[in-house]
């Protein structure tokens, strides 16, 4: 058995700390009112280093967007009586800049007039998946765009 040995007596601690007080995780918002998909969309989120926060309703994902800046969001275009393109609107007059994702069982033209719609509103749409979504390939696209905003914050440095 390997002991474990710690690093408190020689400022481990408090450098661990500090670097995770410099690189907080990006945060992410969950918007789908489906319970099952916006938990699995968040814990594929977590495990690659996101910090998720998931929205049921319409409401809910109106509320936390304009509490909080998110560094990615994820969409479902069907959210009870509301529709994605309502959110796609609200996001755009708070002047969302994060890329959003769009993961949506709705039909091809819906979701065809909806991610035009979008880019008409010169909201970042940078990825549109089908449900069942294929959380591999969820889960690299949240990497790239991870390693994207890190590439980012490097260049501005």
Request: proline share 4%.
């Amino acid at each position: 058995m390997l002991k474990q040995t710690s690093l408190a007596g020689f400022g481990g601690d408090r450098f661990a700390a500090s670097a995770a007080a410099e690189t907080p995780l990006p945060r992410l918002l969950v918007i789908d009112d489906d319970n099952l998909h916006r938990m699995i969309v968040c814990r594929t989120a977590a495990k690659a280093g996101y910090a998720p926060a998931g929205a049921a309703t319409f409401d809910e994902a109106v509320r936390l967007a304009q509490e909080a800046a998110f560094d990615c969001i994820t969409l479902d275009l069907s959210l009870g009586p509301h529709a994605g393109v309502e959110m796609l609107g609200h996001l755009r007059v708070i002047g969302c800049m994060a890329p959003i994702i769009v993961i949506s069982g709705s039909a091809g033209v819906t979701c065809d007039e909806t991610l035009q719609m979008a880019k008409a509103l010169d909201l970042n749409i940078c990825k549109s998946m089908a449900k069942p979504v294929d959380l591999a390939e969820l889960r690299c696209c949240f990497e790239k765009l991870k390693s994207d905003r890190a590439t980012a914050a490097v260049a501005a440095a």
